[in-house]
């Protein structure tokens, strides 16, 4: 508790900003915010900095940025001869102005700095690392949180988002300095406004990986009658989407009115995640006034890496979840790559998915002859290994990367998932079963057919005070002791029980070809609980996924209460 009381302390004699500085005064009496406030520096999660905007080390603030930046500045002075970064933000309160803020910070510490001069998806961030050959990159953005968060993405000079050691590194070299000292600035660097032409450039590397599922004259022909439904969820993804669909061939592409422009608000959908259901009512609402013509909804979140949908099926619009677009996706791409004239499968080729994202996938991936390996979540992980295969000689092998949490990517242009990307291919595989007089959902039900009916369920328990987080550390060191697996509620025998406490997971593979995963969220209080239930129907499986769940919370709320 002194070291919150000493650095709040420190923050209300220095010169803060004029709002930062009437917070600081306002929470004076109040211990617990003082202590949430400035509890801890915050720190890199799966996707760098990432919190709720406001005064304090544990927020995301000018302070906390430019300290951060100071660091990153210094680290890569002395990575690179002539250090370069890229910057972006998306459409969130305050995003600009960080970026241009932390813009002057790399170049006072000799960085040069090339920064977009509009709100840009991540995705765009990552291929302009690469196009323009630049030392790293950082994005503005709290990606699908709500309004009163902001973060801090850092990329390397591969487009990868920074991995953990690179994070550790870093992170040393932004403890060593001080945001409130100008010290002796190297100076010599520029900042720089990028305009469209990394847009364009970006654009083109979409469309070149285009996947038709037969000859491309008669999948336009079905394009053409596919009618679409977009929203951007006010964020960065408008003007990217919609022209990726046009060049794609799509004629009937609306966009919601009212979620369509740049508003860090979020003033129609409070939570502008394509993961929640609330995400859709908008779009829903515009279906409703055009007599449900739309084929899909599509949302991109604010800064456009995560893609959900919505089809329309003879019974209303059905929300797909982000493992359905994976496997659907993966059996797209197994499918037309393996067709007459298409791209070809051969030995070697793989496809990279988080442990939480769908077992199904490995399944499929046999069937083909397609390597399917695991990694720990972010997709971080997934560039890293798209790295490896290049280093190797093998780039080409790269098939396909899938994360449960709406995160996909087809082709390697870039290092990080991709919402536009994963439009195009959401509106080539809804357009073929169109041509069949079939939807999503009809050819999900074939895929379960094929490999076996498999529901998924996520759920978590949700914490508010930072500390709560000795809970969440609690709870898992009991999953490690082995406190499930002697558990008999659970009514299903564990068979094997993997823990990763590095990585903070823990795994247990069930009787019956069931998974229980549980890891805590990387930018969130958080500890998500992911079920995995097979089935020999769908009721079945959906009825094992929701006991299994139940079950699984009592356990962990047990735990909690043990300690507290």
């Not at 600081?24 to 905007?53: H, N, P, Q, W």
């Not at 070299?173 to 100076?187: Q, S, T």
């Not at 298409?342 to 390597?371: C, N, W």
């Amino acid at each position: 508790m002194e070291r919150c009381f000493i650095e709040y302390t420190r923050w209300r004699e220095e010169n803060l900003p004029e709002d930062l500085a009437a917070e600081i005064t306002a929470i004076a009496e109040d211990e617990d915010e003082i202590y949430d406030r400035f509890c801890r520096d915050i720190s890199f999660g799966t996707s760098g900095l990432r919190g709720k905007m406001g005064a304090g080390t544990n927020r995301i603030n000018s302070v906390v940025l430019r300290k951060a930046s100071m660091g990153v500045a210094r680290y890569l002075m002395e990575q690179y001869e002539n250090p370069g970064l890229v910057i972006g933000f998306d459409t969130r309160t305050n995003s600009k102005e960080y970026a241009a803020s932390v813009a002057e910070v790399f170049a006072d510490n000799g960085v040069d700095a090339f920064l977009f001069d509009k709100a840009t998806p991540v995705p765009v961030v990552s291929f302009a690392v690469r196009h323009l050959g630049l030392s790293a990159g950082i994005v503005i953005t709290a990606s699908h949180n709500t309004k009163e968060y902001n973060g801090y993405k850092v990329y390397d000079h591969f487009g990868n988002q920074i991995d953990n050691a690179k994070a550790r590194l870093i992170e040393e070299y932004i403890r060593a300095e001080d945001p409130f000292c100008g010290g002796n600035k190297p100076g010599g660097g520029r900042v720089y406004t990028l305009g469209d032409e990394v847009k364009t450039e970006y654009l083109k590397a979409v469309q070149d990986n285009i996947l038709f599922w037969d000859r491309p004259e008669s999948c336009r022909e079905s394009l053409r009658k596919l009618k679409v439904c977009y929203t951007p969820l006010n964020g960065s993804g408008l003007g990217y989407v919609t022209q990726a669909l046009e060049t794609l061939g799509v004629e009937t592409l609306d966009v919601v009115e009212s979620q369509k422009e740049p508003d860090g608000n979020f003033p129609t959908c409070p939570s502008p995640n394509p993961e929640n259901s609330g995400a859709f009512t908008e779009a829903l609402r515009l279906c409703d006034d055009r007599q449900n013509i739309y084929d899909v909804i599509i949302a991109t979140d604010p800064d456009s890496d995560r893609m959900g949908a919505m089809v329309r099926t003879g019974e209303g619009y059905a929300r797909l979840s982000g493992n359905q677009v994976g496997e659907l996706m993966f059996d797209y791409i197994l499918r037309s790559c393996s067709r007459s004239g298409g791209r070809g499968l051969r030995r070697g080729m793989t496809a990279f998915k988080s442990f939480v994202s769908s077992p199904l996938i490995e399944e499929m991936g046999e069937a083909y002859g397609v390597d399917v390996k695991n990694v720990f979540t972010g997709f971080k992980n997934i560039a890293l290994e798209m790295e490896r295969l290049k280093a190797a000689g093998r780039n080409d092998d790269f098939l396909f990367g899938f994360e449960e949490s709406l995160g996909y990517l087809y082709g390697d242009y870039t290092r990080d998932k991709d919402g536009i990307m994963a439009c195009q291919l959401l509106c080539l595989m809804a357009a073929e079963q169109k041509a069949q007089g079939k939807n999503l959902t009809d050819r999900l039900e074939q895929i379960y057919e094929l490999y076996g009916h498999i529901e998924s369920i996520t759920t978590a328990l949700v914490y508010k005070q930072e500390k709560d987080r000795a809970k969440m550390t609690g709870i898992l060191e009991s999953l490690f002791e082995g406190r499930l697996k002697d558990c008999p509620a659970l009514g299903i025998q564990i068979k094997k029980e993997f823990c990763y406490r590095q990585q903070g997971m823990y795994c247990a593979d069930l009787e019956g070809g069931h998974r229980i995963i549980v890891r805590p969220s990387g930018t969130e209080l958080k500890l998500k609980i992911y079920i995995f239930a097979k089935g020999e129907t769908r009721d079945r499986a959906i009825d094992t996924a929701a006991d299994l769940c139940g079950q699984v919370r009592k356990v962990l709320e047990k735990e909690e209460r043990t300690n507290e």
